[in-house]
């Protein structure tokens, strides 16, 4: 079976997140379509996407970490987070600056090496201090008028999964993890990178109030 890949990247957009080795992601509105659901109990819902999913986890095997940074905090994207496998989150922050030096403090990392995805005005500081910055089409325009890349999927549909191919491309990663899918090999082999990011931050904290 042709293993030649059919997706392709801008030259330039690859060249900007060649140094990436963290990927910062909102939820409300990045990783979910951003409608907030409530249950006759009061329980938050949320609609993931499963292509974002699988992104992610490919992510995590080649070397790059995805950190959800979110003002929210609720027992469904707890949920998620652990489907995932991600190592590292920050939920209930109302303040997202502080939490994300912080975890690059830890991590021995620079706003150079960080991508991020956010939709509206509490990311607006992260973006512009990371290295690559994107947002899905239907974000705030002071948000759109900012970030590196607009990507073409929306939110909660592939919106992230956009990115995450983006950075595998980048990686070199990319084409080697679809033969391996063609070859109905495990899409997400054993962490390999030479340079894994290591070190790990608190679980998850308490929900803070936050106007997200």
């Not at 005005?121 to 089409?137: E, H, K, M």
């Not at 759109?144 to 919106?159: C, K």
């Not at 999964?161 to 679809?178: H, K, N, Q």
């Amino acid at each position: 079976m042709d293993a030649t890949p059919r997706l392709a990247f801008d030259p330039e957009l690859i060249l900007a997140v060649l140094d990436t080795r963290l990927l910062l992601l909102d939820v409300d509105g990045v990783l979910t379509p951003g409608d907030l659901l409530y249950g006759a109990q009061g329980e938050e819902l949320k609609r993931f996407s499963t292509l974002d999913g699988h992104g992610l986890k490919l992510l995590m095997s080649a070397g790059v970490e995805p950190v959800i940074i979110s003002g929210r905090d609720s027992p469904a994207l707890r949920a998620r987070i652990a489907e995932l496998g991600l190592r590292h989150s920050v939920l209930g922050s109302g303040a997202k600056l502080p939490a994300a030096q912080s975890l690059l403090d830890q991590l021995q990392l620079s706003w150079s090496q960080v991508a991020i995805i956010g939709d509206d005005w509490p990311d607006l500081a992260l973006i512009a201090r990371a290295g690559f910055s994107a947002a899905p089409p239907q974000s705030h325009p002071e948000v759109l008028a900012r970030v590196r890349h607009i990507t073409q999927a929306p939110a909660g549909l592939g919106a992230v999964r956009e990115i995450c191919d983006l950075l595998l491309t980048a990686r070199g990663a990319y084409a080697a993890l679809l033969q391996d899918a063609l070859d109905g090999q495990p899409h997400t082999p054993p962490r390999q990178s030479p340079d894994p990011i290591t070190g790990t931050l608190a679980e998850p904290g308490a929900v803070q109030s936050s106007s997200r």
